[in-house]
């Protein structure tokens, strides 16, 4: 009976990813440790900032593939249950003060997405210990390239393999419910770099969540995304000129600067809205226009759409 052939012979990756002597392969074979994983997954960071950075500008990857043995992957389910969790926690802390030292030293680190994304899977043709690595800009992005960058480690030379390869490879991987993890990119970090003693500070709490649609020729197709992080924050257009955490600039003409605050009330539970722009809708509803010294609060439900001069569409969510 003729072997089966595998996905790797079929896309021809085969000499790439795994090696012709199984047999030796499986006399050693040995899973995969907590700290292999982290160790790997901080390795994966710190060379996307090699590959991608640029000019004073720091570039890195926010969306993580991680690829593991089916093996390797069951026995970190049944054994070492919620630990992907913490290894993802622990990783992205580690992220924040390799970027902080960055700050520090003059360089500009700025996002290419709002988020962090952990998609930890399995293939049936990887053998026990073996890992590989898929990193992405945009998490979830829609955008389809031709090519992705893979980079391998077979666990029998422990040398990496980096090549292009189609999407549909992508195809081939078993994702898991539990190796999905997504986290929320935040600005401050500046604090966790001062060394590896240091104790890093509780995420900050994030009160809703608002994404804008705009008809910008230069943003069609994406949604602005802000976290609201402060109890109180401001929506400007785009001649804003404070960087603060609190306020949220839409790059856009047809936003006033400032154009609206929003409030989050600790009392009641609930979310205000102040209006200082030339006209704001809430849910088909026209906001009385107020001073910015005395703003006039009216109340705002979560999935609320906002319109801002009749042309941008701002949504608020819970977090």
């Given at each position: 009976m003729a072997e089966k052939s595998t996905f790797w012979k079929r896309t021809g990756l085969q000499d790439w990813f795994l090696p012709a002597d199984k047999q030796q392969s499986k006399s050693v074979a040995k899973g995969l440790t907590p700290d292999e994983v982290y160790k790997y997954i901080l390795e994966k960071f710190k060379e996307s900032i090699g590959q991608l950075s640029f000019a004073n500008r720091i570039v890195f990857y926010h969306e993580y593939i991680i690829c593991f043995n089916e093996e390797d992957y069951k026995e970190f389910l049944a054994h070492k249950q919620g630990l992907f969790g913490i290894i993802v926690q622990e990783s992205v802390t580690q992220f924040y003060q390799i970027l902080g030292e960055y700050r520090k030293t003059g360089k500009t680190v700025a996002p290419s997405g709002s988020k962090w994304v952990f998609r930890l899977v399995s293939h049936p043709d990887y053998e026990r210990g073996d890992k590989g690595f898929i990193g992405k800009l945009l998490p979830g992005s829609s955008l389809k390239d031709d090519n992705l960058r893979v980079t391998f480690i077979p666990r029998q030379t422990g040398i990496a393999e980096t090549l292009d390869v189609n999407q549909d490879i992508l195809n081939g991987f078993t994702y898991y419910s539990e190796g999905y993890y997504e986290l929320p990119y935040t600005n401050d970090f500046a604090a966790t770099a001062e060394g590896s003693n240091t104790v890093a500070a509780p995420p900050a709490k994030t009160y809703a969540r608002l994404e804008t649609i705009m008809p910008d020729q230069n943003?069609?197709?994406?949604?602005?995304?802000?976290?609201?992080?402060?109890?109180?924050?401001?929506?400007?257009?785009?001649?804003?000129?404070?960087?603060?955490?609190?306020?949220?600039?839409?790059?856009?003409?047809?936003?006033?600067?400032?154009?609206?605050?929003?409030?989050?009330?600790?009392?009641?539970?609930?979310?205000?809205?102040?209006?200082?722009?030339?006209?704001?809708?809430?849910?088909?509803?026209?906001?009385?226009?107020?001073?910015?010294?005395?703003?006039?609060?009216?109340?705002?439900?979560?999935?609320?759409?906002?319109?801002?001069?009749?042309?941008?569409?701002?949504?608020?969510?819970?977090?």
């Open positions: 943003f069609r197709g994406k949604k602005v995304e802000f976290l609201m992080k402060n109890e109180e924050i401001v929506v400007s257009g785009n001649e804003e000129t404070r960087k603060e955490p609190h306020v949220f600039s839409i790059p856009s003409d047809w936003v006033n600067t400032p154009h609206l605050s929003i409030r989050y009330n600790q009392a009641d539970s609930k979310f205000y809205l102040a209006s200082y722009g030339e006209k704001t809708i809430v849910n088909e509803a026209e906001v009385v226009r107020s001073e910015i010294h005395a703003p006039q609060w009216v109340e705002l439900p979560l999935n609320s759409r906002i319109l801002l001069n009749g042309i941008i569409g701002v949504n608020i969510f819970k977090a």
